[in-house]
């Protein structure tokens, strides 16, 4: 298995962990020493994200991500996504944002995610040009 598989691999697992609130498999995704930038700011280490995404948000609508695409820059891999809001009641989709994470790799896990409105932006947060990608 390549790099790059093993990156889209990585990533994909630490969405699907995330959308099917399954902890133990989104820990399983991450170094000891993580960083997972949220809307409320960094958050440092495997329990810290734990407790983060143990929160059970109230009222009518429920968060996931749509994985698109995964791209590898060395070290880094790029993840264009959409995050989407949806209504818990019927699952009709209320708010859809396109967004991308920059996920830090090390030995295989990620050790830092972070967020980005701007594709441009999150490229040179990974190290790579925005053209030809």
């Known amino acids: 298995m390549s790099d790059a598989d093993d990156t ?3 990533v994909r697992r630490f969405v699907d962990a995330f959308n099917a609130h399954d902890l133990d498999a989104l820990v ?6 993580v960083e997972v930038q ?3 700011g ?5 329990d ?23 791209s590898q820059h060395g070290a880094y891999a790029v993840a264009t ?3 989407q809001w949806a209504w818990r009641e019927d ?3 209320a708010d859809d944002q396109k967004l991308y994470f920059v996920a830090t790799l090390r ?27």
């Open 38 to 40: 949220t809307s409320r």
């Open 91 to 93: 699952g009709e989709v």
């Open 8 to 10: 889209d691999r990585v």
């Open 42 to 46: 960094v958050i440092e280490g495997r």
């Open 107 to 133: 030995d295989g896990l990620i050790c830092r995610w972070q967020s980005f409105e701007d594709r441009d932006e999150a490229l040179r947060a990974a190290g790579s040009s925005a053209r030809g990608q």
């Open 81 to 83: 996504m959409r995050r």
């Open 48 to 70: 810290e994200v734990q407790r983060w995404a143990e929160r059970k948000p109230g009222g009518y609508l429920h968060q996931r991500l749509v994985l698109e695409d995964v």
């Open 28 to 33: 399983s995704t991450l170094t000891r020493d």
